[in-house]
């Protein structure tokens, strides 16, 4: 500003000043460089879910919608909470002072079971933070592919020893298998354990019905 306004530039602390008493807690101005974000707040997100919902949406859509509106005055409400960088609370601090949990959180108390749903790094701290007695009506939930992994990594922990990983080193490379075993190959592992389901179910057919159901007639 100053190259083109010369010695009649504001400062940039002034700039700075008239920018937050004009705009107040809407915006967010970083202290390395000082960019300007605007923060949306509860009011702007309520009236886009108001304009949106004045037209013709289907009701997936119109659900969807919904959904994502309520996910956005959460974060909204997460990032006007005052924030110590220097203290970092811990479970007990959490579960004793509200000032940590934002209200829309605190469903449990107005008679109402909320659903959080984790990915797996999150998700053994929250089951901590939520064992204590404040928040036991809370459910904390894995996300639905990390479920997904350790429903596999389990069948083949169940099956170790059992043949499963040689009869998949006849479809799969063995480091691949390995890695199915573990739940880590997703879809190879879906994949190879429906194909060594079929094949068994094909072996029971086989033996119940006492022929042979491989030979082509």
């Known amino acids: ?20 008493e004009h705009y107040g807690t809407s915006i967010l101005i970083t202290e390395l460089n000082g960019k300007v974000t605007f923060r949306q707040c509860a009011s702007t997100i309520i009236h886009n879910y108001y ?9 997936e859509d119109s659900k969807l919608f919904l959904i994502k509106t309520a996910a956005a005055l959460i974060k909204t409400e997460i990032r006007s909470m005052p924030v110590d960088k220097n203290f970092y609370p811990s479970n007990n601090d959490i579960l004793s002072h509200e000032k940590h949990i934002p209200e829309s959180l605190t469903a449990s108390r107005q008679g109402r079971t909320p659903v959080i749903t984790f990915d797996q790094p ?13 928040c036991s009506n809370i459910i904390v939930r894995l996300g639905a592919f990390h479920t997904e992994m350790s429903l596999l990594g389990s069948i083949g922990r169940i099956m170790s020893g059992s043949g499963l990983k040689e009869v998949l080193e006849l479809i799969y490379a063995p480091n ?5 075993l573990y739940g880590k190959a997703v ?11 079929t094949a068994l179910h094909t072996l029971m057919t086989n033996e119940i019905f006492g022929h042979d159901i491989f030979r082509i007639t």
């Open 1 to 20: 500003m100053k190259v083109l306004c010369g010695d009649e530039a504001y400062s940039q602390p002034y700039m700075k000043q008239k920018v937050q």
């Open 122 to 134: 999150l998700y053994w701290k929250s089951v901590m933070i939520t064992s204590g007695e404040e």
């Open 51 to 59: 304009k949106e919902s004045k037209l013709d949406k289907s009701y």
């Open 176 to 180: 691949a298998v390995t890695h199915m």
């Open 187 to 197: 879809s190879r592992a879906v994949r190879g354990f429906m194909l060594v389901d």
